[in-house]
Structures are given as structure tokens and as C-alpha cells.
């Protein structure tokens, strides 16, 4: 049997379909929880919020332009923007010229802001915490669904353009 053949009868099963949705639930659930334990967490911090946190996570190693964050990160260039408008407020980033785009500059942290990357990798220990104390989950159990929902992400990406 073909890909194809497959994913039709998949799409067709009502029990898959069913799962599927049960999946898809609990993924937007799990989504809600994390935003909730992480706005917890850095409640107390006066220059991270949880956009922030995201931004910070994503440039840390690699600066990158607003639209290149956004896409990765997957949310609206605007949202991100405005997020980024904020770093550059309380002196967390600064922009550095793009070679390659002269109005898309890279967002890099400055020295503040790379002061603060110890801080989200105490919230991020405090976040996993909360999520796997007192269960039963493997290294093994975080690889294989990573990389099965990194899978599914990047299926969505490639199939999206035939919604018409």
C-alpha cells in the first residue's frame, strides 16, 4: 500500500479520526498548561515575560530577523514585533544589520539580556519539573514524541497550500 492509499484510509476511519482529535485536544490543552506554569514562574521577574522568554530561547545561539522568529516560532510577525519592541525597551536586545536584507536587521541580545539566560534556564528547569515530577516518563518518551509531533508540524507546513 502506497502513502497515499494510507493517509486516505486513515482520514476515513472514524476512529482514527477520533484520536486524532483527542491528540489534537490535548495538544492545545498541554499548550495552555505550559503558558500558564511558565507566566507563573517569571511572575516576580521584572524584564521577562513569557514572549520574552520565547524570543530570548530562540536568539539565544543564533540572532535572527522578527520574520525568521515568528516563523519559527510560529506566531504573527506583528505579535513578534511587538514583543521584540518590548526587549528593546528594557535593554534586552539591540538590531544588527542584515547583509542580506537592509530592512529586516538581526535581533541579538545584549549584554543585559544575555545576563538573563540563566534565569530562563532556571524557569525552564522549574517548567519541566512541574510537567514530569512524579511520572514515569523516559528520555525515550520525550524523543519519540518530539519527534513525532516535529513530524506532524512539518507535514501541516508542507500540506497547508492544498486548503483551497
Known sequence: MNQVTKDKKLSESIEFLSDFQLLFGNIIRINGAFLEVAEKIC??????SVPIWRVVAVIRL???TVSDIAKYLGLKRQSVQSTVNQMKRRGLIKFRKNPNHKTSPFVILTKKGDGKIEDILRYQ????????????????DVVSNREFLRALRENSEKNISKLN
Do not use: C, H, Q, Y
Open 43 to 48: 511572575s516576580n521577574d521584572d524584564l521577562i
Open 125 to 140: 528547569k522549574k517548567l519541566t519539573e512541574v510537567f514530569i515530577s512524579g511520572s514515569d516518563i523516559t528520555m525515550r
Open 62 to 64: 543564533n540572532p535572527m
